[in-house]
């Protein structure tokens, strides 16, 4: 079946210009994390929603960054006035229930995006 | 300060033979640990996780140790193939972390090589 996908795969944005990265995850999965991975990091904590509600936002760096999934599926990560240090991977992983690690994540191919 | 701290970044191994990739962790309410695998341009993928109940959990050629007195856990790959060279991250997770009980702490991650 089909997995999680994000698009784009690539973005180049100038400094100061605004985007959105998108998350299609597995159908009828209820929960949906959002991660950041500098180059030779692991992954960090962004953002998690159950269904449409987002129930944290503790990893989010800024308000520059704000994420929503208002029917509880797509979800889009947008980040305004980029900056340099957002250059990263942003991962979307998806969860059947997700209430507990046990729940295996399954992660997406992630967006690269790059801010010159 | 890393919670989760993986001190090889890399690691070479013949083919056939014994993998061992270490995880060290600071927080003693982390309850769960999991092993990602991850390709270039993939996002992670799930490969083993353990309880803090159990010391060992096997899964065909992998197996994760864990040592709570020690804060420290391993995955062993035995036999080694060259399809297992990738980098694996270590992650873990407590309840209520963050707000949310889902999101995964991860370490930087050990890039392994096996030679045919």
């Known amino acids: 079946g089909a997995g999680v996908s994000q698009s784009p795969r690539y973005k180049v944005a100038k400094r100061g210009q605004d985007v959105a990265l998108r998350c299609d995850p597995i159908?009828?999965?209820?929960?949906l994390f959002w991660y950041q991975q500098a180059l030779g990091q692991g992954p960090e904590f962004l953002t998690y929603f159950q269904n449409e509600a987002q129930l944290d936002k503790s990893g989010l760096p800024s308000d520059r960054f704000f994420a929503e999934r208002p029917e509880g599926s797509v979800s889009t990560l947008k980040i305004q006035r980029t900056q340099q240090e957002d250059s990263a991977v942003y991962l979307c992983a998806s969860s059947l229930r997700g209430m507990a690690a046990a729940d295996t994540q399954y992660f997406g191919p992630g967006t690269r995006l790059t801010v010159l | 300060d890393q919670q989760v701290k993986q001190n090889s970044p890399s690691l070479s191994v013949q083919e056939g033979r014994i993998s061992i990739l270490n995880c060290d962790y600071t927080n003693s309410m982390f309850d769960y640990f999991l092993w990602y695998k991850k390709y270039p341009a993939e996002g992670p993928t799930f490969l083993i996780s353990i309880s803090s109940i159990k010391d060992k959990n096997e899964d065909g050629r992998f197996t994760v140790f864990l040592n709570k007195s020690a804060k420290h856990l391993s995955l062993h790959i035995v036999p080694s193939q060259p399809g297992d060279s990738a980098v694996y991250f270590c992650?873990?997770?407590?309840?209520?972390?963050?707000?949310?009980?889902?999101?995964?702490?991860f370490g930087k991650g050990t890039k392994l090589s096996v030679k045919p």
């Open positions: 159908s009828g999965h209820v929960s």
């Open positions: 992650a873990a997770s407590a309840p209520n972390y963050g707000g949310s009980q889902g999101n995964l702490i």
